[in-house]
Structures are given as structure tokens and as C-alpha cells.
């Protein structure tokens, strides 16, 4: 039980405090899912363009502190001194515009992040990453 | 006494009588494949006229652990077992164990074991084909230390050369065939300090040696590279370079022909003539992965039949350069898959080219940190868990194998990586999840590592060398690696 969960259930809404939880349990998938091979989107991705999933993967070391960003990636992102001289994002990541200033989870802990699904390229007028997938109003959890 | 048992020793031999006819086990077949094995020995002859055609394979981070995994997956991938499964390098008649070591490294990168097989002596981790009294970065001192490479020589001879990676070709095993370096990473011209005059970077250098007539064919990754930042490939990615030059035009201008995808590679023209093909932004896809480029057996076949066409005969350096990158991820599936597509590739050159003029030499540049656990019964996984062994039997019993902590653990595993059951948001603890079979054999799973690190280390320890051709007998033994090169100058001179 997590500390949300806790302070829900003694307000009085456990039913929240429990839901949460299992929404998460229930229709989870793993990142690679929303890619074909050829890393076109696949069939999962189109048709929930736009509504809340539950993706399973791995944050990835955050660009920058205090921010609400970060990106997840299939695999833990392991970064070779001698295959990169700088971090070298794989084809199929998803961008997270979480909530909330972020708290970092290890890049190699699997977590599972939940928010709303956009497809389509988009740059970020800040930090100028350039995504062709997003979860947006995200939250997240260890997996 | 010593004589007459010689003597009838040989007599027994040469009669063909088995030793065996005492033994109770002679007709078990172990006793009778070794007996056939024996004979074929004996009867073995090396050849010793000059090779016309060299071709060198390197699978770049696949030791003589990391190549058992590759032989137990495709055993296991063929339904078998996976430990009596024969690789095509493995049939190869010759043997040698390599000392992998550098000039100033007990463990390598990949930058000097590249050197070394191309130019013969050994030299500093980080640097390509200049020698080891010049340090890493050093362009100002570095003119006269340059060292010559096996590809300079072979052309020199009128023979055609080709390097094919599925790495990037400005990475440093393809980069040792053509390229001299203070540094691995100026793979383009950002990299270059503003004030080094005495090379340009490596992917200029490509271009310049095709230009020259030294490298007539290239393939693998790497295009970015090759194009300024504000041109757009045919993949939608721009390029590294700032230079202004785009250097894929400047090759096409020189009448190379150019590829970046599977369409265009199927329309080459395989006559001999300058080929450069870019198929990836970055390195080329893992096997598991790949999708809209050719395979390294693909390319293999393209080069062969290209350069075949040289009545002087051709060098040809072919590398499958991921092998190493799977297991700095700690990902053994994308290890294994890319080891099997080296066998492939293998498979088919042997097939194309004849024993009595081509010396084919299969080698890894160095291993890595990974290691195996036991006892496991056979079949066990090689990327799942270590089932225990029958003792009434021959396949494992199905029951995993658990350590002290009673959880199950798998076949193989790493010293150090991403894959460390020590996690940075626990203050460095951590203990073993509990692992199914199913978790541990999904193509995504990073087996457990003990270090914690960003990425897993290469290590020192020894790889094989297996060659079969014109002098392939002149590997044997424990050799330095810079000794691979002397076999390939030698079986091209020979008289």
C-alpha cells in the first residue's frame, strides 16, 4: 500500500485508494507493445489513441532535476562508453509528462506509468525532445 | 621396449584395427564418433599453397563463453539440446586461443584488437592503427607513427578489399580495417579537435581510401556520419555532420554506388564495382530486430560475389558488431540472436569460396563479463533457469535449481551491468527477485548481474581463433592477437 493509498482509505475512500491499484493491475502492457517491428504503431496503440493506458517499462536517467518529465524505455537504457560518446535514445521509447515533479526511480527498476495515450510527432517547446509518443497527465508507480 | 610399442602402435593404426576391441564402451557411440574423429586426423593435410582470398570474420565481444551461449541457443533453437549442437566455425579444422590484452589495457576496447589484426602489432585501448608510443589524443605527434594495415597491403597486391559491420562503419572494428586514429570517437568531423591537422576523421577517411581504390566496397551503419545536420535521410534523420560536407553525395559523385535500405541493396550492381551502403542512422538492428535492411549473411553474399569478380583475389573484413553491444545491455537473447545471424553468415561464405584458395578466420576481438552457473541438467534454457539434472536420465527434471535464498536463477548471468540486483534508489541493496522460466526466456529479460554499472564491461580474458584454408594451420596453440595478421600476410605471400 502505498502512502496515497493510505490517506484515502482514512479519509473514508477506500473504494479510490483500492482502485487505483487495480486499475493498474488489470490492462498493463509492456512498452514494446505499442510498436510493430518496422516501429510503425501498432494495432494496441491506434485504437486507444487518446484514452488512459498502463504501460510497464523503465524511466530512463531524467535529461534534467526538479522536472516533470522523463522517458521510458523498453529495456533498462544501458549507456556503453565505447557504443556512444552521448546518450543514445533506442527507436522505441514514450515520452511521460508526469503530474508531478518527478521522483527518480532507477533506470533498471521496472515501473509502470499510467496516463493518457497521444501518437504523432511533437517537439517540446522547452526542451526541444522531439516524441512520436506520449503519455500525458501521467502518474507512475514501482511495478 | 618404447620402440616395438610404437611400432605396433603405428602397425594398429595404419591397419585401421580399433584399439578398441578390448573395451566395453566401443560400440557406445561417443567411443565410435571419436574413433571416426581420430581417423579424419590423421588423415588431415594442410594446405599450403598461397590464399588468393582472405576473409577475416569477427564477432566483436563473443569469447569462448559468449560463443558456448551462441552454440546451446541454436541448438536449443533446432530442438536438440543445445550442448552437442556444432556450430559452422566449429567444424573449421584449426584452433588457436587468443591473448587479447593491449599495450596499456589488461582488458581491450575494441579499437586496438581491431589494430592489431589489421596492422600485426599491438598498440594502446582507444586508438586505430597508430602506434603504441603515441597517446590517446595526441594528433599533433602522431604523423610517421601511423601504422600500415592489411588492407593498404592487400590492394597494393591488386586484390579488392571490402569491410561489412552491422555496427556503425566509422565504429572502430570497421574503422581498424581502413581508418588511423588517435581516437575512436571522431567518427566525424565534430569530434576533430579545430587545431588536429594530421588526420581527418573516420568517416572522411572512408570515403578518401574508397576514393583511392584501397576499400572498394563498405556496408553497415552509421550514416549520420557521412551527412551534414541539416539534411534529412531517407529514414527522416539528420545528420552529425557541420562541416558542410555530405559525403554520401561526395562518394555517389565518384561513381560509388550508394544503398540505405533492403529496396536499393536488392538493385546493386555486384560487378566489382565501388558499393557504400548506410543502413542505419546509428548501428545497423540487433537480428532480433531487423526490419527494412539487409541481414550480415546478405551482406556477406553481396560482397563475396562483388569482389570475386578480381582475378587477383580480395580481403574482405565482415563483423557482426553487435554481439557486444547486447551484452553491455545485459541482454543475452539480442547476444545469442546476433551470434547465430555470425553463424549464418559464416555458413554461407564457407559455401561460396573454396578451401584451396580462400582462408576463411573466425575470431572475436574480446569477451565479456558474463559467466554460467550449474549444475543444469541438459536442455536447461540457455536463456532461461538452471534446471536440476535426472540422475535416471538425459533431460533436466524440470525442477529449477534455487539458491541459498530459495529462488530459482538462470543458466547464465553477468558479473556486472544493468541487469545489478543493487539499485541506486535502495542505497545500493537489493536481493534476487523471484524468476520464472518465462520471465527469464522473454527476448527483453537482462539476466542478473552483481555490479552495478551503466552499462557491462568487456573482459580480459582469452577468445578463440578458428581457421580453415591455405595456412590456417599456422594457428595453433596460445598466440597474441596481433599474430592473426602475420597468418594473413603470410598465406597471401606464400610461395
Redesign the interface.
Known sequence: MNRRQFVLGALGCPAIATASVLAFADDTT?L?DLYN???SFSDYALEREGQRVSISGFMAPPLKAETKFFVLT??????????E?EA?WPDDILAIYSKRIIE??????RIVSRGRLELGTYTDPETRFVSRVRLVDAVYERA | MKNLLIASLALALSTGVALAQELPQKDSKWFTDAQAKIQEMVARQPITKRAKNVILFTADGNGVGTNYAVRLFSGQQAGLLGSEYVQPQETFPNLALVKTYTTNGQTPDSAPTASAMNTGVKSKNTMINVDETIAVNDCANMAGHELKTFAELASEAGKSVGVISTARLTHATPAGVYAKTVNRNWEDNTGLPEDCTNQTDIASQLINQMKAGVIDIAMGGGRRHFIPTDFTDGEGKTGKRTDGHNLVEEAQAAGVQFAWGDEDFAKLKLDGSPVLGLFESSHMKYEYDRAGEPSLAEMTEATIKALQNNENGYYISIEAGRVDHANHDGNLHRVLTDGKAFADAIALADELTDDEDTLIIVTADHEHAIAFNGYCGRGSPITGLCYDIDDAGVKHTNEPKKGKDGKAYTVAGYLNGAGSVLKEDQQWTGSRPELTNEQAMDPDYLQQALIPMSSETHSGEDVAVMAKGPWAHLFDGVIEQNYIFHVMNYAVNAK
Do not use: H, Q, Y
Open positions: 509492456k514494446r517491428k518496422d516501429l523498453n529495456r533498462p537504457l544501458a549507456v556503453c562508453p565505447f557504443c560518446t543514445e527518480v526511480i532507477s533506470f533498471n527498476t
